[in-house]
């Protein structure tokens, strides 16, 4: 895969900005060297899986970039711009997360503390044995991926959470679940004393600048709400469900979704506690192969291996559960790793990658859920190009 250096990235970078929007570059046919990168990473997937649009983000050692293809609605022919929104499906959890984690940094909780100590109901269950840690990290002992369809409300969500036992000891498997995420945002914002989308809206959202990121679409941006395509080519959007709103409630622009990863790359400049937030959410708590992780992220040693970004990002990861390794004590936040985070709803498909010590990151938004193999490898052919040469005055 040819990489371009950090001297041509600039000179790509000058003709993308003298045109005012780079991030039309592509479609206006510049040939700067990070538009053809993309165009010819882009161009070729929406083909082959029929997406109907994308926006794609890229930032670069401070500087960041928007591409936008195709269209946010066939039936109308509006077409993607930067203010158009997309469903992010699970890169809600790293959302989700933050807030958790702020909470820590404010003494509402502790990671440590029993499930059970913010939710009265479910005091003497097994929840008792389960932190809010495990939640999180979805090593509750099983949870399963989704509710099942008895769950319709508060009240059935409480009884299902009273009635449940864990398949495994708390703290030693994984198995990827909404059920525990969704839980863990839920008693966080109860320990915080207010909604969770109102916490998400008023607090987390405004502390990274995000002023087109939503749980709920608000009317006068409701033009700017793609619509997602079924497997059978139909339009669709996401349909409300318990805990939807903590697990994968989230819509964004890929140019809001863009600022939050360069926060996670570099916080300066932030509240000292969000800042707080973000690293507890880069911290490592539990290995699985190749993969740490993290609170709603997950992270894997850098330079990495695009095999074990296929397989901590594959359908047996997400399905089925596994043993970890517990970090004793949780690893702190590493510069040399791959950060991740895929996404999906029916209609849409999202995924999230960036590099701390590289200072580059890649947001994929689109309005298909296309396979997920897909979507990693075009990141990685896309971040791969911007990595620093070897001792570049500005690899940092």
């Not at 989700?96 to 940094?105: E, R």
């Not at 999180?136 to 036992?165: C, H, K, N």
Request: with cysteine; aromatic share 10%.
């Amino acid at each position: 895969m040819t990489k371009f250096s950090a001297t041509k990235f600039a000179m790509a970078a000058a003709v993308l900005l003298c045109c005012g929007a780079g991030a039309h570059a592509a479609d206006r046919g510049e040939q700067g060297e990070l538009a053809r990168v993309v165009d010819e990473t882009i161009r070729p997937l929406m083909k082959e899986h029929g997406v109907p649009g994308m926006a794609i983000a890229v930032t670069v050692r401070g500087k960041k970039y928007i591409f936008n293809y195709g269209l946010a609605s066939r039936e109308s022919g509006q077409k993607v711009t930067d203010e158009t929104m997309f469903e992010i499906g699970s890169i809600s959890k790293t959302f989700t997360a933050t807030l958790a984690s702020y909470a820590a940094a404010r003494g509402d909780l502790a990671l440590s503390d029993p499930a059970g100590k913010y939710l009265p109901a479910l005091a003497g269950t097994r929840f008792d044995d389960i932190s809010l840690l495990d939640l999180g990290t979805y090593t509750a002992g099983g949870l399963p991926l989704q509710f099942p369809d008895s769950v319709t409300d508060q009240e059935s969500m409480i009884d299902y959470y009273r009635d449940w036992r864990p398949t495994y000891a708390a703290g030693t498997h994984r198995l990827y679940s909404n059920p525990s995420i969704g839980l863990f945002g839920y008693l966080a914002a109860k320990s915080m004393g207010e909604p969770f989308a109102d916490l998400m809206e008023k607090s987390i959202f405004p502390a990274f600048g995000l002023t087109s990121t939503f749980i709920a679409v608000p009317q006068d941006r409701a033009d700017d709400y793609a619509y997602g395509y079924s497997k059978a080519g139909k339009p669709i959007r996401v349909t409300r469900g318990v805990l939807d709103s903590e697990a994968y409630g989230v819509k964004t622009t890929a140019a809001d979704l863009i600022r939050f990863v360069e926060a996670n790359i570099d916080g300066t400049g932030l509240d000292e506690r969000i800042r707080r937030a973000i690293a507890a959410t880069h911290t490592g708590y539990f290995e699985v192969g190749a993969m740490t992780q993290g609170l709603g992220w997950e992270m894997y040693p850098y330079p990495t291996k695009l095999d074990d970004l296929l397989g901590g990002n594959s359908s047996r990861m997400a399905l089925e559960p596994h043993k970890v390794s517990k970090l004793v004590p949780p690893a702190a936040p590493q510069e040399n790793v791959w950060i991740n985070k895929t996404g999906s709803t029916n209609g849409f498909g999202a995924y999230v990658a960036f590099v701390p010590a590289e200072r580059i990151g890649v947001v994929m938004l689109a309005n298909r859920n296309y396979p997920i193999p897909a979507r990693v490898k075009a990141a990685y052919q896309i971040l791969s190009t911007l990595e620093s040469d070897p001792g570049s005055a500005d690899a940092r």
